[in-house]
């Protein structure tokens, strides 16, 4: 199960990133539960997929939003039908080239098997701001930047 539990996770994952950098809602949200949960970068809380699309779909439509560049770094089994993603990210700001520091954060995705297939049911999206500790974000950035070059050159 390990292999392709990483790698149907990952697809998983990339799949997320990939909807928000289209800006398509429907692309983000589709592989959450019915009843999947998103805790945003701002804290905000979105329950349900029909809820997340709506919500998402208002913030592309209220401003340019930047692209993702995500780097997985675990994957974790909790039983047979459920397991743990855990990844950092940055974002390119719309219109820009470079990953923005301020805009890193770290992520995790809950999942469970459903009738055969893995949902998200719980994604949080959380500041990578390290207090005091700007050594971090620089590292933090230069590891995003590494994973955003392997993107661009595969």
Do not use: C
């Amino acid at each position: 199960m390990g292999s392709d539990l990483h790698e149907a996770l990952r697809a998983l994952y990339e799949g997320l990133l990939r909807g928000w950098n289209a800006r398509d809602a429907g692309a983000f949200a589709s592989g959450f539960a019915d009843d999947g949960v998103i805790i945003g970068f701002d804290g905000s809380e979105n329950t349900g997929r029909a809820q997340i699309v709506e919500q998402i779909g208002l913030i592309f439509a209220d401003h340019p939003t930047g692209a993702y560049v995500g780097k997985v770094r675990d994957v974790r089994a909790i039983g047979d039908d459920a397991a743990i993603l855990r990844a950092v990210a940055g974002i390119v700001p719309a219109g820009q080239s470079e990953l923005n520091p301020q805009l890193n954060s770290v992520q995790s995705m809950t999942v469970e098997r459903r009738d055969g297939q893995w949902r998200i049911v719980h994604y949080q999206n959380t500041p990578a701001a390290y207090h005091g500790r700007p050594e971090l974000v620089e590292a933090l950035t230069d590891e995003l930047r590494e994973a955003q070059g392997d993107r661009a050159g595969g």
